[in-house]
């Protein structure tokens, strides 16, 4: 998973037969993840209707069932044979175990992580609070409250079996869509009009920025760097920005911004390319009734998908196509982080 961290871990044995292995050092490689179940937190908020006390009860009664589905993920692997998979547990790539030897001794005491995501902060916040979680009114701190319930979670758990849980910042490449259908169907259509007034086919993933909600690039890192440190099993920020071919500098000031402030971050760019005419730069995307949209090329007015490449972070990855309904209203929606004048 492209932002799934590992928790430090000090190796005093060496279980994988690892050839780096160096004795009471931190190991990082033939480390891995056994899974993710991700909570929709708006689903918690709009069931509560807006009680605090019913929401952690239905939070604690969720965590519980994510809770049992990672230890299914987890009871899956227990007891397999090297054998399933050869290249990843024989021939290096997680270890150099015997043929027939299970996987056991490397699914506990953190030396693989299983993973608690989430998405949708910002809309289960905005519901219970009425505030975004970027604000000082309550909706921030509610949101760092609910960040450490989690982690607080996560630590039981591992108390108890002895397993590397931890938070996850979901990707939700596709989740998005999927999460804010399934609200729509629960609570009704209209249900993200009364929340922020906007009618929308996505989630906001993990504990970002809403795509829509105006913000300094500067701000919003040193906001999510704060969300980031309760987000031990991985997480990543992203920027929106212009084209910034014209100013190397502001990209280098960006860049040392993120490695002085945050622990994972990128800047999002858009290139598009036509296959009509060839145009090469960013199209104008429309949005149509029902919620569809579409990209047209400024140059020679194609709008034909399957003659343009539309390259764009769907969260976690760059993707050109395949996108759901959800994802491109989020593509739709998102503002600039760096303005254009920045970028000349």
């Known amino acids: 998973m492209c932002r799934s961290f590992l928790q430090p871990y000090v190796a005093k044995e060496n279980i994988a037969n690892s050839l780096n292995y160096k004795q009471d050092n931190y190991q990082f490689y033939s480390r891995f993840n056994q899974g993710v179940c991700t909570i929709s937190l708006p689903d918690v908020a709009f069931s509560s209707k807006g009680n605090f006390e019913k929401f952690w009860q239905i939070f604690d009664e969720r965590l519980e069932l994510c809770h049992r589905a990672l230890q299914i993920r987890h009871n899956r692997l227990l007891g397999k044979s090297s054998d399933m998979a050869p290249i990843l547990w024989q021939n290096g790539a997680f270890a150099r175990l015997a043929p027939e030897e299970k996987i056991d001794k490397l699914l506990f005491n953190d030396y693989s992580s299983i993973s608690l995501g989430y998405g949708g902060l910002y809309e289960c916040v905005k519901y219970m609070t009425g505030h975004s ?130 622990m994972y971050a990128e800047l999002n760019l858009k290139l598009d390319t036509c296959l009509k005419c060839n145009f090469e730069g960013e199209m104008p995307m429309t949005e149509l ?43 739709h929606d998102r503002v600039l982080h760096l303005d254009n004048k920045e970028a000349e």
């Not at 009114?137 to 590397?164: L, P």
């Not at 939700?172 to 009009?193: H, P, V």
């Not at 090329?297 to 996108?323: A, E, H, K, Q, W």
Request: glycine share 8%.
């Open 289 to 331: 009734p029902g919620k569809k949209y579409k990209w047209t090329c400024p140059v020679c007015g194609n709008d034909d998908p399957t003659y343009m490449i539309n390259t764009r972070r769907t969260c976690g990855y760059l993707g050109s196509f395949g996108y759901n309904d959800g994802r491109l209203g989020d593509i």
């Open 133 to 262: 979680h970027t604000d000082g009114n309550g909706g921030k701190a509610f949101a760092i409250q609910i960040m450490q319930h989690m982690n607080d979670m996560c630590k039981k758990w591992k108390a108890e079996e002895n397993i590397g849980y931890s938070v996850y910042s979901t990707p939700m490449e596709s989740t998005t869509y999927k999460f804010a259908k399934c609200l729509k169907a629960r609570f009704g259509n209209d249900i993200f009009e009364k929340l922020d007034g906007e009618d929308r086919n996505y989630i906001t993933n993990s504990y970002h920025v809403p795509v829509f909600e105006n913000i300094d690039a500067f701000d919003k890192l040193a906001l999510e760097a704060e969300f980031q440190k309760l987000a031990t099993g991985g997480a990543i920020s992203y920027i929106e920005a212009p084209n910034l071919q014209k100013n190397v500098e502001v990209v280098e000031t960006v860049i040392k911004y993120i490695y002085d402030t945050i």
